[in-house]
């Protein structure tokens, strides 16, 4: 099994919700990544959590938070986003962060903030 | 400073003719490099990817690419082109730094015409 699923598929929120992306795999990879992608443009790195720790916050604002409950899962909690957060979360996991590892992406979570 | 370059922001090819797709990197370290695929609306998948073995490397649906570090490049390259080419490539670094992420070019959209 080679699949990193991720739910759901879209998303529509408003400007006060609360929300969260969740992320699986069972691969027993031990880094997850959550990276954003805007239209046309290549994926940003978000977060990256290895072996369930946070190890890399790219500066991203605090109405985005991240949570690792195990090795497996990895979910995304969206507050108080706004209409410019609106693009696809792609979820990300990786043997580990050594040299040749690649990743393996899930389909992603296609946002809208309204 | 380390980064990932693609040389063509749109390539465009007939069916059944040669494709090449270009990207360099900068580095002080040896990176492993990776093709990204990703066709509109869904996530990334892996084409190929070179880790210091074997200079060329061959990937999936017939792609291939050459690693040359006199000239810091690794282009993908397929002989002949099929309509379901048609995506979004993305050429992807992870330099030699323990705890490094993936680091994407900004991606060539490839058009297939018949």
């Known amino acids: 099994d080679t699949e990193v699923t991720q739910t759901p598929k879209h998303l529509v929120m408003g400007m006060t919700n609360k929300k969260s992306l969740k992320c699986e795999q069972h691969?027993?990879?031990?880094?997850m990544y959550w990276y954003k992608q805007k239209a046309k443009k290549p994926p940003e790195l978000m977060f990256v959590?290895?072996?369930?720790?946070?190890?890399i916050n790219e500066s991203v604002p605090s109405r985005f938070s991240p949570e690792c409950p195990n090795s497996s899962l990895l979910n995304l909690h969206l507050h108080a986003l706004q209409p410019e957060d609106s693009a696809l979360y792609l979820c990300?996991?990786?043997?580990?962060?050594?040299?040749?590892?690649?990743?393996?992406f899930g389909q992603g979570t296609r946002l809208t903030v309204v | 400073a380390q980064s990932v370059t693609q040389l063509d922001s749109h390539v465009s090819v007939s069916e059944g003719t040669p494709v090449l797709l270009r990207c360099n990197y900068s580095?002080?370290?040896?990176?492993?490099l990776f093709w990204y695929v990703q066709h509109p609306n869904k996530g990334l998948q892996l084409l190929l990817k070179?880790?210091?073995?074997?200079?060329l490397v061959k990937g999936i649906n017939g792609f291939e690419a050459e690693f040359k570090k006199s000239e810091t490049s690794f282009h993908l390259t397929k002989p002949s082109a099929h309509m379901s080419d048609a995506a979004e490539y993305f050429c992807?670094?992870?330099?030699?730094?323990?705890?490094?992420?993936?680091?994407f070019g900004k991606g060539t959209t490839l058009s297939v015409s018949s």
């Open positions: 990300a996991s990786s043997q580990g962060r050594a040299m040749g590892t690649e990743a393996f």
């Open positions: 691969m027993g990879h031990r880094a």
């Open positions: 959590y290895s072996y369930e720790k946070l190890s």
């Open positions: 580095s002080s370290y040896s990176p492993s």
């Open positions: 070179y880790t210091s073995a074997a200079t």
């Open positions: 992807v670094v992870r330099f030699n730094q323990a705890g490094t992420a993936l680091i």
